[in-house]
């Protein structure tokens, strides 16, 4: 008929043919699998941790020695009066730990993701940060919202919530940082068999 719509041979044959799912129609834009991205994650926050603490570690007696010195001092003067473990003398040594973490954490996980997509422990597994809307990587100010958002969320208890929430999240696998941030984990499209040649 004149101006029907042109019809599929499988829709003319009464098959039903079932819609690709989002990622089917781009070889670039699937999920990454949850194993690979946690061992990822693991890589990418040793990193961070790892000189947090080697910052830490010079300051951990002097911490102790400090606080068991102002404790004493209450003691001997048997008057009842709160022991702040952060003050003017263990401030500033904390404030260079977390200094330390956040700095470390930029450059490990922020930069990377923007000037290439994936992070260390990202490249190590074959997964890569993309935008949600250009399938390409993501800007400066993306990867920073996605990595401090993250950072916040990973030292307080909705941080796991939100890990746990990911694996279930359908069809892009998104952390709260992700969705904060409008981006997705990408990984290797899984490789399906092929008929042998010649095979009807």
Do not use: N
Request: charged share 20%; aromatic share 8%; hydrophobic share 50%.
């Amino acid at each position: 008929m004149l101006g029907a719509p042109r019809m599929s041979p499988l829709t003319e044959a009464g098959l039903a043919v079932r819609a690709p799912a989002p990622w089917e129609t781009q070889d670039d834009a699937y999920p990454g699998a949850p194993i690979r991205r946690i061992l990822a994650r693991l890589v990418d926050g040793v990193l961070p941790a790892a000189a947090a603490a080697a910052v830490a570690l010079p300051f951990a007696v002097p911490a102790r020695e400090h606080v068991e010195a102002k404790i004493a001092a209450v003691e001997s003067a048997g008057v009842t009066e709160d022991v702040w473990l952060v003050d003017g003398t263990t401030g500033p040594w904390l404030a260079m730990v977390l200094g330390v973490f956040l700095l470390v954490g930029f450059l490990v996980e922020a930069l990377p993701t923007a000037l290439w997509g994936r992070t260390p422990g990202k490249a190590l597994c074959g997964l890569r940060v993309v935008d949600m809307e250009s399938r390409d990587r993501p800007g400066v100010g993306t990867a920073v919202i996605r990595w401090f958002t993250h950072t916040i969320l990973w030292w307080s208890v909705i941080g796991v919530i939100g890990v746990v929430l990911a694996l279930f999240d359908r069809p892009w696998r998104q952390g709260w940082h992700d969705r904060a941030a409008r981006t997705f984990v990408a990984g290797r499209r899984p490789t399906r068999a092929r008929p042998p040649a010649g095979a009807g």
